[in-house]
């Protein structure tokens, strides 16, 4: 079973400039994620998608960060304008429907705004 | 107060000890608990899950859960220095589907 595959691994910008992730889940998992990882913290929830639609999104700063799961496969989520605050690493996970169903971790995407 | 809370340590054990990792959560509806490792540098990975109060055995470790005091642990038997890393709490808050909010993770450090 191959996983969860993200593209960038690394990124570095220069505030105010614009970034754009990807994320390809496992195959067949209706659910997708997306946290913010800052160094020393937990995982925090941006954005959760139900095939394409979006379950919980209070977290994600919308005036800056947008995220589309188009014909519920596929993920991306874009900064922009980016703040040096957004550097972290960006994690996509997916997970099977139940309540007990893990999230299954990408690689990550670790952006550095300068 | 924080929904999932967890010391940050360092955890520091000797190698052959039993590690112990705690976790304390605030919303009494939530439904399951995840214990996730994640090595410097490195995305989380699954260990084990509970949802059951008692205790869950996998190995080397022991998921303990009781809802009553809201509180989740992790032991780590025969500790080896390859268990370094740090351990994420999560807590799923969802009903019909997961909300898994995660802890600040703990530190653990297995010496030689």
Request: hydrophobic fraction near 30%; glycine fraction near 8%; charge should be positive.
């Amino acid at each position: 079973e191959a996983g969860v595959a993200q593209s960038p691994r690394y990124k570095i910008i220069e505030k105010r400039q614009s970034v754009a992730f990807w994320c390809n889940p496992i195959s067949g998992h209706a659910t997708l994620y997306w946290y913010q990882q800052i160094l020393g913290q937990g995982p925090k929830l941006l954005i959760q998608f139900q095939n394409n639609g979006v379950v919980d999104d209070s977290q994600l700063p919308k005036d800056r960060f947008s995220a589309e799961r188009l014909k519920g496969v596929d993920s991306t989520l874009k900064i922009q304008p980016a703040k040096l605050e957004d550097s972290a690493v960006y994690l996509c996970a997916s997970s099977s429907r139940g309540p007990a169903s893990p999230l299954h971790f990408g690689n990550g995407t670790r952006l550095t705004v300068t | 107060q924080k929904e999932v809370e967890q010391n940050s340590g360092p955890l520091s054990v000797p190698e052959g000890a039993i590690a112990s990792l705690n976790c304390t959560y605030s919303d009494r509806g939530s439904q399951s608990f995840f214990w996730y490792r994640q090595y410097s540098g490195k995305s989380p990975e699954l260990i084990m899950f509970i949802y059951s109060n008692g205790d869950k055995e996998d190995g080397r470790f022991t998921a303990q859960l009781n809802k009553a005091s809201q509180y989740v642990s992790l032991l780590i038997r025969d500790s080896q220095p390859s268990d370094s890393a740090t351990y994420l709490c999560a807590v799923n808050r969802g009903s019909g589907f997961q909300k898994l909010v995660f802890g600040t993770g703990t530190r653990l450090l297995v010496s030689p």
